[in-house]
């Protein structure tokens, strides 16, 4: 039996995107305990060349969101990378989750042969809808999700790996 699209993107993105979510919560308790502002971790980074926690999750969402587009014909909901807060950054992790709840796995049929082109500025990249997912977009969403939780980490918010991995029966 194959393995469809759908069950190698969509519940991988809304798992990760709910340990996003829980971690976040993790941190802004952490914040409101040690008096901390919650602007010092929206704007943390890990190494000065490096996205903040809020590009990070401007890119977390962007990846998952906008493979949806690239595997299939519907319109990837369009966030306007604008949030000023770490309650607007909640929220969009929260709307990301509500559009990727919407697609089902027949809107995702046929996709793993579908024609991804994906540009970025001089570099130029063709793939099939599943070597797309495998090799750019997944990783791409793990990078994003694992460095928002390193920021929170080296900013002193107690997440551990069970709080990254999730409740996952896989976890070990």
């Given at each position: 039996?194959?393995?469809?699209?759908?069950?190698?993107?969509?519940?991988?993105?809304?798992?990760g995107?709910?340990?996003?979510s829980?971690?976040?919560?993790?941190a802004k308790?952490?914040?409101?305990e040690?008096?901390i502002p919650?602007?010092?971790l929206?704007?943390?980074?890990?190494?000065?060349?490096?996205?903040?926690l809020?590009?990070?999750?401007?890119?977390?969402?962007?990846?998952?969101?906008n493979?949806?587009g690239?595997?299939?014909?519907?319109?990837?909901?369009?966030?306007?990378?604008?949030?000023?807060s770490?309650?607007?950054?909640?929220?969009r992790?929260?709307?990301?989750?509500?559009?990727?709840?919407t697609?089902?796995p027949?809107?995702?049929?046929?996709?793993?042969?579908?024609?991804?082109a994906i540009n970025?500025?001089k570099?130029?990249?063709?793939?099939?809808?599943t070597?797309?997912?495998?090799?750019?977009?997944?990783?791409?969403f793990?990078?994003?999700?694992?460095?928002?939780?390193?920021?929170?980490?080296?900013q002193?918010?107690?997440?551990g790996?069970?709080?990254?991995?999730g409740?996952?029966?896989?976890?070990a």
């Open positions: 039996m194959s393995v469809s699209t759908y069950s190698l993107s969509i519940p991988v993105f809304l798992r995107l709910a340990v996003l829980a971690i976040l919560a993790k308790i952490h914040a409101t040690n008096a919650l602007e010092t929206f704007n943390a980074r890990l190494a000065p060349d490096m996205l903040t809020a590009g990070q999750i401007q890119r977390v969402s962007d990846t998952s969101k493979a949806v690239r595997l299939t014909t519907i319109t990837a909901a369009g966030f306007p990378d604008t949030e000023q770490f309650e607007e950054l909640e929220e992790v929260h709307k990301t989750i509500a559009f990727l709840e697609v089902t027949q809107d995702m049929e046929g996709s793993g042969e579908r024609e991804v970025l500025g570099l130029k990249y063709t793939f099939t809808g070597e797309y997912l495998l090799t750019f977009a997944i990783p791409n793990f990078f994003h999700l694992t460095t928002a939780y390193d920021i929170l980490r080296n002193g918010v107690p997440v790996k069970i709080d990254y991995l409740t996952s029966q896989a976890a």
